[in-house]
Nanobody, 119 residues
Framework: QVQLVESGGGLVQPGGSLRLSCAASGIMFRLYDMGWYRQAPGKQRDLVAVITSGGSTNYVNFVKGRFTISRDNAKNMVYLQMNSLRPEDTAVYYC?????????????WGQGTQVTVSS
């Protein structure tokens, strides 16, 4: 039974900050690449940030310098610190866990948490 549970979303003013959390269970967490995606109404789900099982990070250009992804393998947790938020950051944010080899392809999603940036 795999579960990814996001928390920390909410309403924030432009320029404000939020920290999203994702708690994982039912997987060998340290072996998975973890990511945050977001989806606005009527649009496709897009990658925001990834942290690999080895700790390497990558971000889409639009959030570089504003967002930071991190993980705590001892707690099976991944985080997204979001600073200098803009209205265009408004979306449902989803936690993702991925494990891919030549023999296996596993991909899991959380239920999503709403982030609204508005004055």
């Amino acid at each position: 039974q795999v579960q990814l549970v996001e928390s920390g979303g909410g309403l924030v003013q432009p320029g404000g900050s939020l920290r999203l959390s994702c708690a994982a269970s039912g997987i060998m967490f340290r072996l998975y690449d973890m990511g945050w995606y977001r989806q606005a109404p009527g649009k496709q789900r897009d990658l925001v940030a990834v942290i690999t099982s080895g700790g390497s990070t990558n971000y889409v250009n639009f959030v570089k310098g504003r967002f930071t992804i991190s993980r705590d393998n001892a707690k099976n947790m991944v985080y997204l610190q979001m600073n200098s938020l803009r209205p265009e950051d408004t979306a449902v944010y989803y936690c993702n866990a991925a494990f891919k080899t030549t023999l296996l392809d596993r991909n899991y999603w959380g239920q999503g948490t709403q982030v609204t940036v508005s004055s």
